[in-house]
């Protein structure tokens, strides 16, 4: 068994390795403008589904250098998914943004619902449940303390010091469920067509409903026979042909 264990590390420790090279080759081709040849090592690390943000952000600024506005726009999105509050990302992500032909609105939201949504996504949701159970565990010493102390001041302190962990702790939660809701619930793709006609119904005779150039982010609902229903930030429905777009 031992035995076993030993060569079961020194498996992971040489495919982390083997991994690290394959990241600092491709980095190495990307700072010397070999930018087709970084990403197909890049994309060799996606292979091994050893992903991260770091992965995803150099992929979209390789294909940002090669003029690729939807692959740059996917995988700065792709990042944002692990990480979204990360500013190199975002930075970047509105340089490609800006890039596209399509400039959709967004419905405005309400100032509480706006704010709300700011804060959750200011986080991930392990972040968020971590942050939830170090103050559960706050709140677990302060009661403890509310309990065991003999002194009313300090037995005031531990008690007003336990409600208001307690109180963080169940914000937190919710913050996270509601983070991990929104994840599972939305589901989204990137417009890879130069140019898509979207259509009022999933067949090619039906009206057009307007027009999506690549890079643009789209919501996707359901599948029909080839066509994918997709809804704009504005507010639009139409469906799409299912290879125009990929999903994230």
């Known amino acids: 068994m031992k035995y076993l264990i030993y060569i079961l590390l020194l498996i992971t420790s040489f495919g982390y390795a083997q991994n690290e090279q394959l990241f600092e080759k491709a980095n190495g081709l990307y700072n010397s403008e070999k930018y087709n040849e970084a990403v197909q090592v890049y994309q060799q690390l996606l292979s091994t589904k050893n992903h991260s943000v770091s992965l995803y952000f150099n992929l979209g600024n390789a294909h940002y250098k ?5 692959e740059s726009v996917y995988y700065y999105e792709k990042a944002l998914q692990l990480d979204a509050a990360n500013e190199d990302v975002l930075t970047n992500l509105t340089f490609a943004n800006n890039m596209r032909i399509d400039k959709i609105d967004m419905i ?5 619902s706006k704010m709300f949504s ?21 709140f677990i010493v302060s009661f403890v303390g509310y309990r065991q102390s003999k002194f009313t001041n300090r037995k005031r ?19 996270a ?6 994840t599972i619930n939305e589901k989204y793709a990137i417009v890879f067509a130069k140019e898509s006609q979207v259509k009022s119904e999933p067949k090619f005779n039906s009206d057009e409903a307007f027009q999506l150039h690549e890079g643009t ?29 990929k999903r994230l």
């Open 108 to 112: 405005p939201t309400t100032g509480f």
């Open 177 to 182: 469920y509601q983070q991990e809701a929104t």
């Open 217 to 245: 982010k789209v919501s996707v609902f359901e599948d029909f026979e080839g066509w994918t229903k997709i809804k704009l930030t504005n507010g639009s429905v139409g469906w799409i042909i299912s290879k125009d777009i």
């Open 66 to 70: 090669l003029n690729q506005l939807a």
């Open 118 to 138: 700011s804060i959750v996504n200011m986080l991930s949701f392990d972040t968020w449940a971590i942050l939830g159970v170090v103050f559960m565990m706050f």
């Open 157 to 175: 302190s531990f008690f007003i010091a336990s409600l208001f962990s307690l109180f963080l702790s169940v914000l937190l939660v919710a913050f």
